[in-house]
């Protein structure tokens, strides 16, 4: 299913950055996803929202960013 008409991105192109460990705005930056209109920008959260309850390692991923992963360390 295309979810960002404007940029021609698929459910299935997102989902493949969400297993890769990839959070919205990172998908955002890499896809285009939501950088036009704007009105696929919800769909867009919950496709990545739903992958990343189904694929949590994933979603652990990409919460570690630079700033607090050297507040883990
Ligand atoms: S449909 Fe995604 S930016 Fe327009």
Same mark, same amino acid.
């Given at each position: %299913? *295309? ?7 698929? /459910? ?8 890769? =460990?990839? =959070?919205?705005? /990172?998908?955002?930056?890499?896809? =285009?996803?939501? !950088? #036009?209109?704007?009105?696929?920008? =919800? ?6 929202? #739903?992958? @990343?309850? %189904?694929? &949590? ?6 919460? *570690? !960013? &630079?700033?607090?992963?050297?507040? %883990? @360390?």
């Amino acid at each position: %299913m *295309i979810v960002c008409v404007c940029n021609r991105i698929s /459910d299935r192109e997102i989902v493949r950055h969400v297993r890769a =460990g990839l =959070g919205f705005d /990172d998908i955002q930056l890499e896809l =285009g996803v939501a !950088t #036009q209109c704007g009105r696929c920008e =919800g769909c867009a959260r919950e496709v990545v929202e #739903q992958c @990343s309850r %189904m694929h &949590p390692v994933a979603a652990l991923h990409s919460a *570690i !960013t &630079p700033t607090n992963a050297a507040a %883990m @360390s």
